[in-house]
Every structure is written in C-alpha cells, then in structure tokens.
C-alpha cells in the first residue's frame, strides 16, 4: 500500500508565499513522474505542474514563472514552490504519484490541502 501526505498549505495574502511538500511512503519501489494538482470550487481539477524521473518539468501557464515544481528522490518526496501567490491560486492542491508497487504502476494521489489567498 502506498500512502502519500502533503504539507504546507495555508492562507496568505497576495504576493505571499507557500511551499507544499508531499511524502510518499509503504510498498514503493519505484517512481516516475509527480506532479501537483488543483481544484477550485465550481470548477475542475487541474494540472498545476508535473516533473519526471529526470527532472523535466511542465507547468500550466497561469503559474510559469511563479511556481517551481522540485523533487528529491532519496525522499520520495515532491515539492511546489508558490511565490507571488494571487487569489486565483486559491483551490485544494492534490499531489499525484506515478509508482511501482511491486506488482504494477499505478497513480496515487494525496488527501488534498487547502491554499488560501487572500487579496
């Protein structure tokens, strides 16, 4: 069984900063790609920043420039770095984790935490 718990979120006002982290841990031998996900209310979730098992990194356009997506591997760990937060950076962030548990590839996905920003 995999488990993954995030960290971080909060409320801060506008051009504040957060940073979220996310630990996997249990049966994981293996992992590619992490990314950070994001859910609004009323609206859908989506992908905020994805980085793979070498590094490569995407973002979406609304946060280029302004969230870096970093991971450390002796960790299981992946980390969203959110500077000049705006109040439209207010959603419930989910991290995702593509990971080898022993029998197959499968997606995990974090409980969700809360970004609040106020303007």
């Known amino acids: 069984q995999v488990q993954l718990v995030e960290s971080g979120g909060g409320l801060v006002q506008a051009g504040g900063s957060l940073r979220l982290s996310c630990a996997a841990s249990?049966?994981?031998?293996?992992?590619?790609?992490m990314g950070w996900y994001r859910q609004a209310p009323g609206k859908q979730r989506e992908l905020v920043a994805s980085?793979?098992?070498?590094?490569?990194?995407k973002y979406v356009d609304s946060v280029k420039g302004r969230f870096t997506i970093s991971r450390d591997n002796a960790k299981n760990t992946v980390y969203l770095q959110m500077n000049s937060l705006k109040p439209e950076d207010t959603a419930v962030y989910y991290c995702n984790v593509d990971a080898w548990n022993s029998k197959f590839w499968d997606v995990y996905w974090g409980q969700g935490t809360q970004v609040t920003v106020s303007s």
């Open positions: 980085i793979t098992s070498g590094s490569s990194t």
């Open positions: 249990g049966s994981i031998f293996s992992i590619s790609d």
